[in-house]
C-alpha cells in the first residue's frame, strides 16, 4: 500500500482522472475549507416521470436536468422504493459490519472483479491515497443471485461471509434497478437526447452496490485530521445514495469552489453524475466532487454513520463514446473497462488499470 496523506489534494492524483477536472480540493476537510450555505440541492418527484403523462415527463425532464446539469447532485422523492426497505438494510448494515468477525472479513479481501474492485476494505484501506476512517464492502452484480448474460453462474460462497446476507442485499439491488432506466432517460431527455439510448445497455447491467460503515471515532482518530471519506468524484454513470440518517455528505460546489453540506430527507434518494456520464455527455453534465466529513452535530464520537451508495455502470465491454447532438466530441470513444480502471487505479495502483482498445470488441 502506498504512503497515504492526510494533506493530499486532487490534483497530486490527476494524472489518472479520464475526463476533465480543472479544480483544487484538499481530500479531506480542513479549518480553511469554506463552506455554501445558501446553496440548496433541489429536490424533485420523480413519480411525475414514472407515471406522469407527455408534458409531466418532459418538465421533470427539463427541471432534473437543468438541476444536475449545475451541480451534479439532485434529491429525488417519489421514486416508488418502499423506505422501510432502507430502514432494514440501515441495521441490517450495522449488523454486517459488526457481527462478522474479522477473520471472514480478511477472507474477501478486495479485488478487481471485471472494473469493480469488490470485495472488503479495511478501515483506512478504502484507497491507497487516503487513509479513510470508514470500513466498506462493495458487490457487483456477479455477486448476486441475478440473471446474469456477461458472467458465469453466481457463486455464493465467492462474495458473501454469510449468504443469508445476499437476499436482504439483493432486495435493495432489485429496487433501485428499476430506476437505472427512468433516471438515465430523464437526464439524456433534459439535454434534449434521444431518452433511450442506453437503453439496451442498461438491461441486466452491472452496478456496484457499497456499504459504508463509519464507527465512532475514538480520540487518536478524530484529532489525526483524516476525513471520513476522502474528496472523489464517481467514476460511474450516476450513483443512487438512500439518504444516511447521519449528515456529514459535502458536494463541491465548482461556480464557487465551496463545499455544500447536504442534508436530504428520510426515504429520499441523492443522485449525483459520474465520469462515465460527463465523458459521454461531452462535459454537460458534472462528475462532482463529494466527500464525507464530520457531521455538524457532533456525533461522530458517539455513533456510527451507515450509507449504502449504488454505482451505475455499463458491463466492461461495451464502448463509452459522446453522445449524438452534443455537439463536437471533446473525448474519443473508450472501452467502459479502460476507462474506469485506469481512473480507479488511482486509488487501488498503477497494476490496476487495463488496457483494452475499443478495436477488440
Ligand atoms: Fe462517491
Redesign the pocket.
Known amino acids: 500500500m502506498a504512503n497515504p496523506d492526510i494533506d493530499a489534494v486532487n490534483q497530486d492524483f490527476i494524472r489518472y482522472d479520464q475526463v476533465e477536472k480543472n479544480h483544487t480540493y484538499r481530500l479531506a476537510e480542513s479549518q480553511s475549507d469554506e463552506f455554501d450555505t445558501d446553496y440548496e440541492i433541489q429536490t424533485f418527484d420523480i413519480g411525475r416521470y414514472l407515471h406522469g403523462n407527455k408534458t409531466d415527463r418532459q418538465n421533470f425532464a427539463e427541471e432534473f436536468g437543468a438541476a444536475v446539469q449545475e451541480i451534479g447532485f439532485s434529491v429525488l422523492v417519489g421514486h416508488d422504493v418502499d423506505a422501510s426497505i432502507y430502514d432494514e438494510i440501515n441495521d441490517r448494515v450495522e449488523e454486517f459490519f459488526t457481527t462478522t468477525p474479522m477473520h471472514d472479513k480478511m477472507r474477501f479481501r478486495a479485488a478487481r472483479q471485471g472494473s469493480v474492485s469488490q470485495g472488503y476494505f479495511p478501515i483506512k484501506e478504502t484507497s491507497d491515497i487516503h487513509p479513510d476512517l470508514v470500513e466498506g464492502w462493495v458487490w457487483c452484480r456477479r455477486a448476486f443471485d441475478m440473471p446474469q448474460q456477461r458472467s458465469s453462474p453466481y457463486k455464493p460462497e465467492s462474495f458473501w461471509p454469510d449468504e443469508k446476507y445476499e437476499p436482504v442485499f439483493r432486495q435493495l439491488a432489485t429496487a433501485h434497478e428499476a430506476l437505472f432506466k427512468p433516471i438515465t432517460q430523464a437526464m439524456f431527455q433534459g439535454l434534449g437526447c434521444d431518452p433511450h439510448l442506453y437503453d439496451e445497455k442498461l438491461t441486466q447491467t452491472n452496478f456496484g452496490l457499497r456499504l459504508n460503515y463509519y464507527p465512532p471515532l475514538g480520540e487518536a482518530d478524530n484529532a489525526s485530521g483524516a476525513g471520513r471519506l476522502l474528496g ?3 467514476v460511474d454513470l450516476f ?1 443512487i445514495l438512500p439518504a444516511p440518517r447521519v449528515g456529514g455528505l459535502q458536494v463541491w460546489n465548482h461556480h464557487n469552489n465551496k463545499w455544500v453540506r447536504l442534508h436530504a430527507p428520510p426515504g429520499s434518494i441523492i443522485i ?1 453524475t459520474g465520469d462515465y456520464m460527463q465523458r459521454i455527455t461531452n462535459d454537460r453534465l458534472p462528475s462532482t466532487t ?1 466527500r464525507v466529513g464530520k457531521p455538524v452535530d457532533g456525533s461522530h464520537t458517539d455513533v456510527p454513520r451507515i450509507s449504502f ?1 449504488m454505482a451505475v455502470y455499463i458491463w466492461e465491454d461495451e464502448i463509452l463514446e459522446v453522445l449524438p447532438g452534443l455537439g463536437e466530441p471533446r473525448y474519443d470513444a473508450v472501452k467502459a473497462i479502460t476507462f474506469h480502471t485506469r481512473s480507479t487505479s488511482k486509488f487501488y495502483g498503477d497494476d490496476y488499470a487495463v488496457e483494452s482498445p475499443v478495436e477488440s470488441s
Open positions: 472523489h468524484e464517481d450513483t449525483n463529494h451508495p
